[in-house]
């Protein structure tokens, strides 16, 4: 059973930063990838961004592409999404998934790729 414990989000204004992390309890190395995914208030969860493992290929949404950045310390069992340029339409609750299993298809920006979710970290940005 992987435990994911998701860190650092609060509020910010419009244009602040933001760095999320996500500790693991058993080694990042061992995932086949993880990734970030967010919640905003009467909307369905949404893809954010993933990171491959063994190649460490990265994938982002389309709104946040040039923004955010994921990255992984495997020596700490840590992801970790920068937040940059924050906007108001960021406000959502953020969830780490990891995918602990290997398979010919994957597809980041589906949540049913992933088998272990954090209890999520709310992130709210001002005006």
């Known amino acids: 059973q992987v435990q994911l414990v998701e860190s650092g989000g609060g509020l910010v204004q419009a244009g602040g930063s933001l760095r999320l992390s996500c500790t693991a309890s058993?080694?990042?190395?061992?995932?086949?990838?993880m990734g970030w995914f967010r919640q905003a208030p009467g909307k369905e969860r949404a893809f954010v961004a993933a990171i491959t493992s063994t190649s460490g290929t990265t994938y982002y949404a389309d709104s946040v592409k040039g923004r955010f950045a994921i990255s992984r310390d495997n020596a700490k069992n840590t992801l970790y999404l920068q937040m940059n340029s924050l906007k108001p339409e960021d406000t959502a609750v953020y969830y780490c998934a990891a995918r602990t299993y290997d398979s010919p298809s994957y597809y980041p920006h589906r949540g049913n790729n992933y088998d272990y979710w954090g209890q999520g970290t709310q992130v709210t940005v001002s005006r």
């Open positions: 058993e080694r990042t190395l061992s995932m086949n990838a």
